[in-house]
């Protein structure tokens, strides 16, 4: 079993839809959560950064994580044509001594389509 | 722009050939990372590197190595190319080593081996 699993998608949704992104993971010491955002040849950006379990909302992104179920969502609304990317969820934590390694979904394809 | 300069930006070269890839990190970042993507592997943590010293290795191949020198800027070697090294690399920096903080990403150098 992959350490983060994440649906490849692709993922095609219409201008305005709500888009729901999740990723879900097997390491339990895992505690720092992100989404980067990746736009075509270009390399990932930090979108949303959470530290342990719970809700974080800037904009039309909302982030969530369920520690108990190792489930992480990403929550667009009102998605624009510009939200257009592959997004990555990564995470990190104190394993084996060592929390330096950032851990990597495949990435999912979005296009918002006008 | 993140502000880590990654160069070059396409190369091709042939099978059992050596190519060196170049990191300038963010201005004040002490922390350089090294990164594959490809598609069917997504983003591999390959190696970090902070104030010059090896942190964290990842799925590095032995044919591959990097160093960080005292200008923090960065070099990834990789020898004895193979078709299946084929790939995006990608580097990225961060202020300090810790895997938890926001880590800024070059535009990548998009490696063929034919």
């Known amino acids: 079993q992959k350490e983060v699993e994440q649906d490849p998608g692709p993922l095609s949704v219409p201008e305005g839809a709500i888009v729901s992104l999740n990723c879900t993971y097997s390491?339990?010491?895992?505690?720092?959560f992100m989404w980067y955002r990746q736009y075509s040849r270009k390399g990932p950006e930090l979108l949303m950064y959470?530290?342990?379990?719970g809700n974080k909302e800037d904009g039309r992104f909302t982030a969530q994580v369920d520690k108990s179920s190792k489930y992480i969502s990403l929550f667009i609304r009102d998605s624009q044509p510009s939200d257009s990317a592959t997004y990555l969820c990564a995470m990190s934590g104190n394993s084996g001594g060592s929390n330096y390694k950032l851990t990597f979904g495949k990435g999912t394809l979005l296009t918002v389509n006008p | 722009d993140s502000g880590v300069t990654q160069t070059p930006k396409h190369l091709i070269t042939a099978t059992g050939q050596r190519v060196t890839l170049r990191c300038s990190p963010r201005s004040g970042d002490l922390s350089v990372y090294w990164y594959q993507q490809s598609l069917d592997q997504g983003l591999q943590f390959l190696i970090q590197?902070?104030?010059?010293?090896?942190?964290a290795k990842g799925n590095i191949l032995e044919r591959f190595s990097a160093q960080q020198f005292p200008d923090l800027h960065s070099e990834l070697n990789l020898s004895s190319l193979e078709l299946g090294d084929s790939a995006l690399y990608f580097c990225?920096?961060?202020?300090?080593?810790?895997?938890?903080?926001?880590?800024?990403f070059g535009e990548g150098s998009r490696l063929t081996v034919l």
């Open positions: 390491n339990s010491a895992f505690q720092y």
């Open positions: 959470t530290y342990s379990s």
């Open positions: 990225a920096s961060s202020v300090e080593g810790l895997g938890n903080g926001e880590l800024f």
């Open positions: 590197y902070y104030n010059g010293e090896e942190r």
